[in-house]
């Protein structure tokens, strides 16, 4: 069965980074797209990016250019979410998410997703 | 990209019916057949309910169902259920340098 498992819980300080990993399992790797989506408490869902793990190309949401850099190691299917100079409001639960597929088209929605990875943020 | 509008709270009484609206423009909604809902529980990661504006993944209830006129997406949900009492949250592709965007989320009560 397809699963994403993302890292544990982080703590980080203003300025600082945090890479958050999603390792996939049970399909793959190289032929699903990998997106990140974060949540921040009692807020909604909010895109950050792509990340093609075959190729390695990445596309970022405006919001997040020049801060985030989507990487994947294909060797251990493992794509990888990096965000730096941190601020509170990037205090927030981080997920990976597989878009899915049907008949080889792309559906541009997300099917299966990491259970989340909470970044804090504090001094 | 501005976030799609949902109504804040949708409640219904069990076996009722209820829809959940959500307003895009022509740059997203209006343009692009690919909507997608996801129903999420508190502590949990989303779950994909509909994409494509109506066509529902496998093991996916039949009671959820998908539409959408214009910039406007719904998704309706017949026969609630207690485990219906989740947020949803609609997203939809579109143009510019940020091509996904999520609904603001709506909270379902069941009464």
């Known amino acids: 069965q397809v699963q994403l498992v993302q890292s544990g819980a982080e703590v980080k300080k203003p300025g600082a980074s945090v890479k958050v990993s999603c390792k996939a399992s049970?399909?793959?790797?190289?032929?699903?797209?990998i997106h990140w989506v974060r949540q921040a408490p009692g807020q909604g869902l909010e895109w950050m990016g792509w990340?093609?793990?075959?190729?390695?190309?990445?596309h970022y949401a405006q919001n997040f250019q020049g801060r985030v850099t989507m990487t994947g190691d294909t060797s251990i299917s493992t794509a990888y979410m990096e965000l730096t100079s941190l601020t509170s409001d990037d205090a927030a639960v981080y997920y990976c998410?597989?878009?899915?597929?049907?008949?080889?088209?792309?559906?541009?929605?997300?099917?299966?997703w990491g259970q989340g990875t909470l970044v804090a943020v504090s001094s | 990209q501005s976030a799609l509008t949902q109504p804040a709270s949708v409640s219904g009484s069990p076996e009722q019916s209820i829809t959940i609206s959500c307003t895009g423009t022509?740059?997203?909604?209006?343009?692009?057949?690919?909507v997608s809902w996801y129903q999420q529980y508190p502590g949990k990661a989303p779950k994909l309910m509909i994409y494509e504006v109506s066509k529902r993944p496998s093991g996916v209830s039949n009671r959820f169902s998908g539409s959408k006129s214009g910039n406007t997406a719904s998704l309706t949900i017949s026969g609630l259920q207690a485990e219906d009492e989740a947020d949803y949250y609609c997203c939809s592709f579109a143009d510019g340098s940020t091509p996904y965007g999520f609904g603001t989320g709506t909270k379902v009560t069941v009464l």
């Open positions: 990340i093609n793990p075959n190729s390695g190309a990445t």
């Open positions: 022509s740059s997203d909604v209006g343009s692009y057949n690919f």
């Open positions: 049970g399909y793959t790797f190289t032929d699903y797209y």
């Open positions: 998410a597989r878009e899915g597929e049907d008949s080889g088209t792309y559906l541009k929605a997300f099917d299966y």
